[in-house]
């Protein structure tokens, strides 16, 4: 009895966790990915190794499979790992290996998207500048010169991981591999040449023999055996160019990123389960969120332009690796209802009936054992429904929402019915900690470049980042203007700049500063200026923020100031044009070749004044800190700041940018997820800086003295500058009649106290819940009971619990919570 027991665990063990000893073979068909001859559906997640770090994968990893995730998907990035031409680094957070091998130790799936171009809003889209710079290369084209490199490096990714036994075929976890990325939405600017690149990445891809399917996502025409997948809000709609592939939506966008300016993106979960289910209701096989967990632009990733330091995407993990709720919880659901089907689902017949209105049932079944499970859907945007299915029973489904039924008579899901826990995060200081920091600054040495010294010079205005190869943001213009005693004074200075940021200088005095937007980087300055008699000093400093990293030829568009004009506009538009001029030219700022950022280089330049300056442009400020006790993410507040970049203990945690606000408008206390998401629904932070708070990761931090140091480009104030900790505050539930409904605190804290609980028609959400017309009189002692003193509960939502709930008549009732959680 007892070893059958234990033969009967063990037999259920193996089934359920992938077995990678030996090769695993990966095959596919229309309905499903075959797995050791298992039929599958995928669920998968985007987690980007280096926007996070090696101490917090195993987290990441653990949450997304505890979400219901099969698989977990990068993009490998080439800037960063070939810095310069044949000098590789794949050490700390770009020890990709290492987080492939964390994958199938927590016993998931990887999908391994090469690229080697991945745009991800990351910088150039992950091109190494040199790259650019190589004589006759044309980038993403049939250029033999940028196919030899882009082989080279594909060829180096695939080896490591073959040496590392990470594909499937040598019974590792790679299930999946993906070969450019999106080029068929752009390839028509490419001519005839971009459909003979693309089929020449077809076969190179396939000629690295790496024992599993290959991808291309939006490439409706990809060469075979290449499998074309879908990318965008929703796929359902999609079919892949082969009718033997399965139809797989890469990326599932499941929020959007930010620039600089822009407001908070929301896309609800009750719209990202509808698209999940309608894409598995129409025969989808694989789904990969994008981004699962989106993390942090450390340094200077962020694609762009202005691409914010964020990349929280509002995944279901949030920047800092928290569960964002309720969307994690609402898609674990949704994966537990949808692979209740997955037999039917990859191997059943189809069948659909039509109820008008937009609404659709559609069926899986086994006709020989009679199996069933379906998906009813309303993807009508306002009207609701009730459906009648006879002795299947009888549903109501809201406007744009699909219900699962398994056996196609239980609900086991509906995606507009969210049931998951809302939390609520709160950036919280730390008791013991004082929060003011105590500065000293330093002023940026422009001494050089303030009198147009610069290290080498050109008789023309140069492109930005082909000259500075992105070592730095910063690249400084300098030349000057002779003026006799005779000539006006009095002129206007006229620069037409590529972007992103200008500030400009004549005569060791500031003039002025500008940037463009994300749609038009392009701007012109212009700034009346007096010039003295004799030699005029004019200094213009450009940087850049974040390099492009979408379009097409999106590498050939120019930054900085490159070609002008630059002209003195004086009296009757006379202009002198001085684009031609001798320009002298400097990359970086003196702070960064000093390494003032470094705590381990001790400058003597720090400066311990009583008043410190506020305002003061080109500033360099450094604070020593003890980090917030506790294991809770910790965030630096920047609020009062300028522009610039931080970093702590010489680890950069990205550019800062807080006095740049989000646009005023557009932002509604309230948010329908009917209808078709696109990215500036439901957004929120209107008004407030777009980005106040950078995730300091605690490996970052040492137990005891550490050092910030902010580089300070427009002026700021860093009176308030201040290190919190993101903790959860309040959990809330909201779950209907006849459910189940789970709360709980992060580990280590207690729900303390019910701020709210009414069973009956509560109306409100997370945060300012109000009573209904009609309430259970036990509603709070019953969830007092159940939850109190506890770090998780599970109360039984119905009349057992609460009793029947006066004048609630025959409504479907629901219990909606509001608790606290303490540490
Ligand atoms: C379903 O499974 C059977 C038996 O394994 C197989 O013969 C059949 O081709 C499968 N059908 C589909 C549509 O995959
Ligand atoms: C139906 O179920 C039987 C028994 O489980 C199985 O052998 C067969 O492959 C299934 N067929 C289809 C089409 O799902
Ligand atoms: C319902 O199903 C029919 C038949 O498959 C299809 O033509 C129609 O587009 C579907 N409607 C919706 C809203 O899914
Ligand atoms: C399977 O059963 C469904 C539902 O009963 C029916 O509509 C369909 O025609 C059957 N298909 C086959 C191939 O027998
Ligand atoms: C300014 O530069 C843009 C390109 O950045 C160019 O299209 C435009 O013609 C320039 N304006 C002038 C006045 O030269
Ligand atoms: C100078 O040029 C500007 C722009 O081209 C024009 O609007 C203005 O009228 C001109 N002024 C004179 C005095 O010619
Ligand atoms: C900074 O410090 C490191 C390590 O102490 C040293 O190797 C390097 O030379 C220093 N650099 C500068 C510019 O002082
Ligand atoms: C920097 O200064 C600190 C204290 O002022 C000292 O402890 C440390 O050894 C110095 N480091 C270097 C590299 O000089
Ligand atoms: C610091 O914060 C306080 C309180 O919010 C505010 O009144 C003050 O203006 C801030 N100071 C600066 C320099 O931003
Ligand atoms: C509730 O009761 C009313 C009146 O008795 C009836 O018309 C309605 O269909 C009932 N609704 C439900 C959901 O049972």
Known sequence: MESNTRIKILLLLSLSIPLFCSSIGVTYDSNAIIINGQRRIIFSGAIHYPRSTPEMWPDLIQKAKDGGLDAIETYVFWDIHEPVRRQY?????????????LIQEAGLYGVLRIGPYVCAEWNYGGFPMWLKNMPDIELRTNNEVYKNEM??????????????KLFASQGGPIIIAQIENEYGNIMSHYGDAGKAYINWCAQMAQAQNIGIPWIMCQQSDA???MINTCNGYYCDQFTPNNPKSPKMFTENWIGWFKTWGERDPHRTAEDSAFSVARFFQLGGVFNNYYMYHGGTNFGRTAGGPYITTSYDYDAPLDEYGNLNQPKWGHLKQLHAAIKLGEKLLTNGTVTTKEFGNNVNLTMYSNNSTGERFCFLSNADTSRDATIDLQTDGKYFVPAWSVTILDG?????FNTAKVNAQTTLLVKKQDEHRSAQLTWTWAPEPMRDTLQGKGRFRARQLLEQKQTTLDVSDYLWYMTTVDVDESSSKNVVLHVNTSGHVLHAFVNKKFIGYQWGTAEEPEFTFEKPIS???????ITLLSATVGLQNYGEFFDSQPTGIVGGPVQLIGDNNVTTDLSSNVWSYKVGLNGEAKRLFDPLN???GWRTTKQLPAGRRMTWYKANFKAPSGTDPVVVDLQGMGKGQAWVNGHSIGRFWPSFQANVDGCSETCDYRGAYEADKCVTNCGYPSQRWYHVPRSFLKSDTNTLVLFEELGGNPHNVSFKTTTLDTVCGNAYENSILELSCNQGQTISDIQFASFGDPSGKCGSFTKGNCDARLSVSQVEKACVGKDACSIDVSTRTFGSADGCGNITKRLAVQVSCEN
């Open 408 to 412: 196609c008579n239980k609900e086991v």
């Open 89 to 101: 680094d794949f050490a700390g957070n770009l020890d990709f290996i290492k987080f492939f091998k």
């Open 223 to 225: 060469p075979q055996p």
């Open 531 to 537: 010039l003295k008699p004799g030699t005029n000093v």
């Open 602 to 604: 001790n400058s003597s």
């Open 151 to 164: 082989q080279i490096f594909t060829t180096k990714i695939v080896n490591m991981c073959k040496e590392a």
